[in-house]
T-cell receptor
């Protein structure tokens, strides 16, 4: 089983739609969680951290479910500019701060 | 802050040549990561450093790859000798404590 798993997509949605991505992780000792965004031929960019209490940044909401070992990202009122690959990232537990990336979910927002 | 700086941005070389990739992390960050990305394998962690010390190099493909971090503001990833299957985008990233990592723009390596 992979340490971090995501549905690769693609998710094709119309502008204005709400879309949700899920990601599961295998190490129950994992401590920190993030969502990254990567545009074609660009570097991954930190989108937001994910906290147990959930956090919101504008149209984006991230949530963590430690019991089920998954994190989610919700995008409301999707824009054309949201089209990208969204990567789930987990920091392994213990003394390490090794960042483990999922394979990413491709989102294509259609006009 | 200029962010993570990588050089060169593009490198084209012939099989068997030595390749050196360079990275300057964000000032104050204490962790540095080298990743490789290809269409087939996605984003792979090669090695990471904490306070200039290599912590986990289990992702380094083989002895042809080596990485150093002589000080807090500089790291290199060397491939010697290079092979066509090393062609990929190599990213350097840095972070502070358990925060998210910030990536450099990457080096696009082509080995012919």
């Amino acid at each position: 089983r992979k340490e971090v798993e995501q549905d690769p997509g693609p998710f094709n949605v119309p502008e204005g739609a709400t879309v949700a991505f899920n990601c599961t992780y295998s190490n129950s000792a994992s401590q920190s969680f993030f969502w990254y965004r990567q545009d074609c031929r660009k570097e991954p960019k930190l989108l937001m951290s994910v906290y147990s209490s959930g956090n919101e940044d504008g149209r984006f909401t991230a949530q963590l479910n430690r019991a089920s070992q998954y994190i989610s990202l919700l995008i409301r009122d999707s824009k054309l500019s949201d089209s990208a690959t969204y990567l789930c990232v987990v920091i392994a537990g213990g003394a390490t701060n090794k960042l483990i990336f999922g394979t990413g979910t491709l989102l294509a927002v259609q006009p | 802050d200029a962010g993570v700086i990588q050089s060169p941005r593009h490198e084209v070389t012939e099989m068997g040549q030595e390749v050196t990739l360079r990275c300057k992390p964000i000032s104050g960050h204490n962790s540095l990561f080298w990743y490789r990305q290809t269409m087939m394998r996605g984003l792979e962690l090669l090695i990471y450093f904490n306070n200039n010390v290599p912590i986990d190099d289990s992702g380094m493909p083989e002895d042809r790859f080596s990485a150093k971090m002589p000080n807090a503001s500089f790291s290199t990833l060397k491939i010697q000798p290079s092979e066509p299957r090393d062609s990929a985008v190599y990213f350097c990233a840095s972070s502070f404590q358990n925060g998210g990592a910030y990536f450099g723009p990457g080096t696009r390596l082509t080995v012919t």
